[in-house]
């Protein structure tokens, strides 16, 4: 393909793209192939000679998209959203485009630079303190991971390597394996599967921890806990505190939980994967107050805030603790400006070197949406879930199953857990709406969360509509 084919076939593909997007609802949301299903349409060799590109765009329909899953399709209604605008679209190509690996700040300097005052942007949009920024001179600062599930295991990282030296440098006669044989993490029992894998990852004990009537990790519960493992002779060292968790968009009590991890030296690790981009608006800010306590946070734009997959905002008050933790200084990867501390080298915030211009799609969002865009958005959302919730307390036969703060409804039918597992299969293998369910306190529960960038009430009352029909054929 050279340039002029390029750009005929680019402006089709973004036909078929806008075609797609614009016309998903039309396409049912769930596939319905079974395991294996590709296989038997593609050969099994790549080929010997060049396909013509006509026939390469004709198999999106024949073999990709009866296997695709639409997470934009209003009628998609599982787990979290995942972001997806044009704006953000439209920078994914020109970092493609682009295609640098900016590890280092000499290795792309816009790609760094870029990154480093986007994170500011961000920081200031959700008003986090300004410890956290990096501005000019700050000691903090944001970094653009993968998902939150790296930011909680770099996090884990830089804790566990931050109390080694901590405790190493009063008894030189430690050992790092003895010392980590008795570090112990925390999370609550609400918290992401990423968390306990973090631990396993990170070779430490990760213990969970009950959480109220609320699903929340209260202050109280988390101090019992680590006065016995104390006492026991180990060394809490970590803490990852949810805001938003998986289950029920529940919030763990940082406010109680941050001066108790102050206090004992216990790094705390906010995780807001889904709730994170609510903070932008003043009204859902408090959610976020006890903030100042964390030495870490992190929330996915790639969740709820336009920018699409991967784009996962974690900031730290010290870069030293994350750089003194992962630093490598290979010949072939240093630069002239590396020691004059006016650079970012991102390869030392992170677990692999490469990294993509990921900011770019924050820069465009953030531009063509405006912050007030961008609260009206998540407004609509938390609206919408307001929306649904009343239509389930309209109707007795259902109840709500935890708080509806954003734009999460946890609900199911009175009654056994049997008949709400069978509820779900029947919703889902009618492939009109699709959901996913959680647990909370052994109940079997439906999770209705508001996804798609273009959903509408319409769209609510018809899942609903759906929902009672099939809970009344039950
Ligand atoms: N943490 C929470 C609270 C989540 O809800 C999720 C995913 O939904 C994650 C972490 C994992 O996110 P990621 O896929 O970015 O690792």
Known sequence: MDVDEFRKRGKEMVDYIADYLGNIEQRQVYPDVQPGYLRSLIPEEAPEEPDMYEDV???????????????????????????????????????????????SWAASPACTELETVMLDWLGKMLRLPGD?????????????????????????????????????????????????????????DQAHSSVERAGLIGGVTMRKIPTDDKFALRGETFRKVLEEDKRAGLIPFYLCATLGTTPSCAFDNIIELGPICTSESVWMHVDAAYAGSAFICPEFRPLLNGVEFADSFNFNPHKWLLVNFDCSAMWVKNRSDIIGAFKMDPLYLKHDHQESGLVTDYRHWQIPLGRRFRSLKMWFVFRMYGLKGLQAYIRKHVALAKEFEGLVLADGRFEISADVILGLVCFRLKGSNDLNETLLKRINSARRIHLVPCQLEGKFVLRFAICARTIESRH??????????????L
Request: charged share 15%; with cysteine; net charge negative.
């Open 460 to 473: 609510v009352q018809e899942a609903w509509a759906h929902i009672v029909q099939v809970a009344s054929e």
């Open 132 to 188: 956290f920024l990096a501005g000019t001179e700050g000691e903090g600062g944001g970094v653009i991971q993968g998902t939150a599930s790296e930011a909680t295991l770099v996090a884990l990282l830089a804790a566990r390597s931050k109390i080694i030296r901590l405790i190493q440098s009063d008894s030189p006669e430690r050992t790092e394996v003895e010392i980590t044989s008795k570090l112990v993490a925390y999370s609550s």
């Open 57 to 103: 765009v004709r198999d999106i329909e024949r073999v990709i998209m009866p296997g695709v899953t639409h997470w934009h399709s209003p009628y998609f209604f599982a787990y979290f959203p995942t972001g997806n605008s044009y704006p953000a679209m439209l920078a994914d190509m020109l970092s493609g485009a682009i295609g640098c690996i900016g590890f």
